[in-house]
């Protein structure tokens, strides 16, 4: 039996343990590297049961703590972007499942495939900030961008055979979050605890907030339009409230595909694993006896106004999408703080975009400089 070998970047993550869970249930999948931020004691284990020979974590006094754990194991400890920059290039590892949140995962995934490894993309930040980059490189680096995001998942399978000059609009579907048919003057008091009880899927606490949002909705319009080569003119966003369809495609001629299943991580995350084969996996199935009915609706974008920025940002292009994206990232980790509440998050996304002066075609420097420029100026605005 011919083993895959996996690194993972965020292996303690909500993606990452999922993808640990598909590597349990497939006797050919075999993990060599894994990082994660700084959770010790669940590494640990995982290192355990997975037996690593590479690990790496973010900071110096967490690998101390780590080192000192698994002295009695075979494993090296590797610190900070170092670390993860390691992980991504391991000779062993054939795929790379970049789970790790924000931007923080770009330039592990360029090592990555500069190294020579297909990519299984959770990290939405890559794509948003960084597309413009990642995908001339992908190709000539003859490396694969395999997606794990449950929509591009869907996007991805229902292209599968098709030609990409044949497509014509990908419609790409949200659950609506747990204030789908709020007005804006309700969501002014929603509190974290509020926003973190996501109706279909179990996911981490930003991407949660992100889908309460539908700034998640807004950043995966982003990331289609460069895994798919579509504009954003093209790409539609269809309220979908049972989290059913994952996503659609609609061709030249008309016809539209559509993926169907239950709300469950594992399949995408198996099917980036084991393109471009099929295996089964255990859970729930979709029962059409029991489904009366499958609605769709439209987005509210005057209640959920991130989703208007965020096709404004990608209209923009250049720098402004990482603007949107970091400006998110602050506000989000400041509403789960109770710094902010929860209409200043596309408040300060908007006025944190007005003030940038938008850089046509960004290098990966420049994306960073402007991602730490835009925490700066928001440490200087006052609510």
Known sequence: ????????????????????????????????????????????????????????????????ELKERVKDLDV?????????????????????????????????????????????????????????????????????????????????????GESSKELHKILLTASGGPFRGKKKEELRGVQPSDALKHPNWSMGKKITIDSATLVNKGLEMMEARWLFGVEPENIQIVVQPKSIVH????????????????????????????????????????DFSRITEITFERPDLESFPGLQLAFDAAAAGGSLPTVYNAANERAVAWFLDHKIGFLDIPDLIGRCMEAHKVIANPSVEEILETEAETYALMENMRF
């Not at 640990?20 to 669940?42: H, I, M, P, Q, Y």
């Not at 049961?49 to 690990?55: A, Q, W």
């Not at 399949?267 to 084969?277: E, G, H, M, R, S």
Request: proline share 5%; with cysteine; aromatic share 4%.
């Open 1 to 64: 039996m011919k083993m895959k070998k996996i690194a993972i970047l965020g292996s303690t993550g909500s993606i990452g343990t999922q993808t640990l869970e598909v590597v349990r249930a497939n006797e050919d999948l075999t993990v060599t590297a894994l990082a994660a931020g700084s959770n010790v004691e669940l590494l640990d284990a995982q290192i355990r049961e997975f037996r690593p020979s590479l690990v790496a974590i973010w900071s110096e006094e967490k690998a101390k």
């Open 247 to 286: 996503s659609m495609v609609e061709f030249t001629d008309g016809a539209v595909i559509a993926q169907l299943g239950t709300p469950d991580m594992k399949l995408p995350i198996q099917y980036a694993l084991c393109y471009p084969k099929r295996r089964p996996l255990p859970g729930e199935r979709l």
């Open 76 to 160: 090296e400890v590797a610190v900070g972007m170092e670390g993860l920059l390691a992980v991504a290039q391991q000779p062993e590892a054939e795929i790379l499942v970049t789970a790790i949140v924000g931007m923080i995962g770009i330039r592990p995934t360029i090592a990555g495939m500069k190294a020579g490894k297909d990519i299984a993309l959770a990290n939405k930040e890559t794509l948003v900030t960084a597309g413009h980059l990642i995908m001339p490189l992908a190709e000539s680096c003859g490396v694969r961008i395999l997606p794990v995001d449950s929509e591009h998942s869907a996007i991805f399978q229902c292209l599968n």
